[in-house]
DNA sequence: GATGAATGAGTCTTCATTCAT
DNA sequence: AATGAATGAAGACTCATTCAT
């Protein structure tokens, strides 16, 4: 067999990589086998050892691969204009989230619930989580400026903590569904503004 | 003295229970051996599987001990009186959350990324959480519905919403905060208050 | 199954010990398998490995026991007083490896050729062999002393020397005999006598 | 045009042949991986199979044309005219073992080492380096012979004893410096003579 | 009851060799 | 003829669990 061209290449990793998503999400991280990751893709153990060194980097790419893939769904809706209030952009990611998981064929929210786990122990995947979640926050607190802008909310000093707060309620939304999948964006959405104080009393 | 010999049990099983939360979250579940949690219990084998009969087994009790653990720390505050506000509510539960990491000598936050990891795939372990999940949040719809009796928000008919977007925030808290590190109780209740709209927008 | 005595662990270390020493030296060490190992050996993988913590550990034993042993049954013969002439002593050194090897029932000469192999790749065994041998050297060059002593031979500013030479003749004894069966230590000894100078011309 | 194709086949094999001798050399025999000589010698692994059709015959080509390289170096000693003593002839093999070392750019002790390691596995290694040592031996005794004629040494009846005796010094000096590095050609041929004795003793 | 040695199926990974292109 | 991707049978080692003492 010659040289394999580029494509055929990333065509090999994606297959791999599909594999070990489904394999993931069914049986969680560990309890995951390369023997089944192998047998999943359709290749012998050789041919995804040469896409893949070591079961870790198998991990990495599936867990950043589903970051990155729901950044570039995410990332129009942060930068929409005119900017739209927070509960509406709250409910506009989350109905992304649950886009992707349907588009792609495996629940992004249990992968990332493994993930999350994962970097618990593993240092890169830690690493590269922490940059992904640094950056995204950073997006929320941009977006939630130019609501500021838009009258949408009050223009405030604290303009980092909302975005903590956003934040949580979106990595919240992915923990709650994944264990009692009975939450829906628009709920989320009407709950945020439910939770809205009448008036500042702290 | 079948007293004394319960209450021994009970100490064992601490004991045990004790050493497996410190492996758990030093290494992570599937990482954990249970020669780790043999030899840091300070028992034999045998002694150990006489009181957990599996591995799974000893999973499942140390993220049931820690949950029930919390809960009885968060339960008065959900039934104070007066209520309070829902951003001063979210403080003092994620508070306390800090607090039970530092009593108990271990990360719950931790342990509890690691316990959704595994439901994922432990069916016991699922319906446990679940349940706990959904009398959590039925407690905190019970909590914000008297802080509308306070008149901290507007009585709505959206109060199951509402707290599905509170315990979004609590959990969210709990990832943000054991991913990033970066993440105070005070933080999130400005943030939730930044929040508010300045006029509701569909 | 409580624990177990001190001489019960050694004796199952022996074992284990002559299993490997019986594959090493059908098979040479690498192309031994551990499994080759734990079946000779009559115990579980496990058990094998709660005893030698790995293959590398397994060799290093087999090869020093082989080593220590011999030694323990040529220091005597270097000891010896009054001390041989070195033709004589060369014989009683090689027919005491030749013994070793029909008593301890595997052939010590092929465990030291594949000893020697390794210790090219392998540092801890390398450093153990070189400690060995320059111990060795030494004993022999003290033995020498005595025997110039005794007036077997010229004493000269070169014991060192002679020791090497001395040396290089029992372990080209050794690998002569291990490639080609058909060295005998009486002829090693005539065969050194006869190679003496008439005079000294060099 | 056979002849250059025949030309440029002998290259490629020379090409290979050095290739593996540097890895054998730095990883031992079976370290050593088909990957690592394949791109060592910059052929593809096709090329390296169709000049080489397994790693065995590539082991047996490393050692034999090692052993090779090294007769026709010596050869000239063996013969030379007139004969030198024993002590002598002992010197200049060993040297040139040295040199055979310096020249080809790979430690030929080394090499020798894992060849007779591998010699205990391999049937047709074995008879390969059976027939190289029983014709060296051969060479040695009759340059005895003529050292003898020469007067250097007397003319005994144990002139196969006597070429045991050297080849055992050779092939020990070889053992002896690839363990120890402190072994000197000159020292040997000191020792040598330094182990005369000053009267027969049997 | 308690002990801890023993079990052995299962894990990840390697690597000599082949053969489609 | 050459390439190098693919194969898949081993290999070393682990670890939840058991049970003889």
Redesign the pocket.
């Known amino acids: ?4 061209s580029d494509e ?2 990333a065509a ?1 990793r994606a297959q791999i990589l599909e594999a070990a998503w489904a394999c993931f999400q069914k049986e969680g991280l ?7 990751i ?1 047998r999943a893709s ?6 995804v ?3 893949y ?4 980097e198998l991990i990495l790419a599936a867990v950043t691969t589903s970051l990155s893939g729901l950044t570039s769904l995410v990332i129009p809706l942060l930068q929409a204009m005119p900017a739209p209030a927070p509960a509406t952009l709250l409910q506009q990611i989350a109905a992304t989230i649950d886009q992707f998981t349907a588009r792609e064929g495996y629940d992004l929210k249990r992968v990332a619930l493994l993930g999350w786990a994962e970097a618990q122990r593993n240092e890169r995947l830690r690493a590269t989580m922490r940059g992904f979640y640094l950056a995204f926050r950073d997006l929320l607190e941009q977006a939630l400026g130019r609501a500021a802008d838009a009258g949408h909310l009050e223009r405030s000093l604290s303009g980092k903590d909302a975005a903590k707060a956003l934040l949580a309620m979106i990595v919240g939304f992915v923990v709650q569904d994944a264990l009692l999948h009975d939450v829906e964006p628009e709920q989320l959405a009407r709950g945020l503004a439910a939770l809205a104080p009448l008036r500042r009393d702290d």
């Open positions: 067999m010659p040289k394999i055929k290449r090999r560990h309890a995951t086998t390369m023997d089944d192998i359709g290749l012998s153990a050789g041919a050892y040469s896409y060194p070591s079961k870790d």
